[in-house]
């Protein structure tokens, strides 16, 4: 059905065309897929201000039991931990890091913070997070993205695999694809699809590299603040 697909251009303004069954598929500036939206420019900034709304309208929602001071302090930091975070580090394989990209949604969970905590603007938000084991949303960001980087699959044709090790290395660079019309069902079922060509990491040169990095820096940490 023409009218369910959406062709999109990739870094290019050259105009393209596609049919279905003689019927046009409509040209899209930008295509949501399981909550997260791709643009044509290849930019996460309409996904982490679409987090950001997300966690914030959920913050309100459950703003007097945030502020319930009868309710034990563990119980709303759990609620902070497993409901509010992941909602804003959803499909954080895009915008991990990334600090500044990952600002929007850390105030939002610093402002929840300090709705449990009582404490002000001015309280130092780096010592609380410490002190309530509240990882920062850019740590939480590039645990998954790291994670992702590592369980995609290792493409025989070397050409993709240095364009996935560069998008990966430098997440603001734009790789160019020019000419290149994509009907955006999501990079999930691409990595499925090319998961039967995964190779074991020691037996290329970027592998070997990042498969020792792997061995040395199984966590993250924040060094950023």
Not at 47 to 57: D, L, S
Not at 196 to 214: A, C, E, F, H, V
């Amino acid at each position: 059905n023409a009218s369910k697909c959406g062709i999109m251009a990739i870094n290019t303004d050259q105009s393209i065309s596609g049919s279905i069954q003689n019927k046009p598929i409509p040209l899209i500036d930008q295509y949501t897929y399981l909550g997260l939206i791709f643009n044509k420019k290849w930019q996460s900034k309409q996904t982490v201000q679409n987090n950001k709304n997300k966690m914030e309208k959920a913050m309100y929602a459950s703003f007097n039991f945030l502020k319930n001071p009868s309710i034990p302090t563990n119980i709303r930091l759990m609620v902070l931990k497993s409901v509010l975070i992941p909602i804003g580090t959803y499909g954080g394989e895009l915008f991990g890091m990334s600090e500044q990209r990952c600002k929007p949604i850390q105030r939002v969970a610093d402002n929840a913070l300090r709705i449990i905590a009582n404490v002000g603007k001015s309280a130092p938000m780096h010592r609380i997070r410490q002190e309530m084991g509240v990882t920062s949303i850019n740590t939480r960001a590039s645990d998954v993205r790291e994670r992702a980087y590592f369980k995609y699959p290792h493409p025989s044709n070397l050409d993709i695999r240095r364009g996935l090790d560069l998008q990966m290395r430098h997440p603001d660079m734009k790789l160019g694809l020019q000419g290149i019309g994509k009907i955006r069902m999501g990079w999930y079922w691409t990595a499925q699809r090319l998961a039967k060509s995964w190779t074991n990491p020691k037996n290329n040169d970027y592998g070997g590299i990042l498969y020792g990095m792997k061995q040395r820096y199984s966590t993250f940490h924040d060094y950023t603040e």
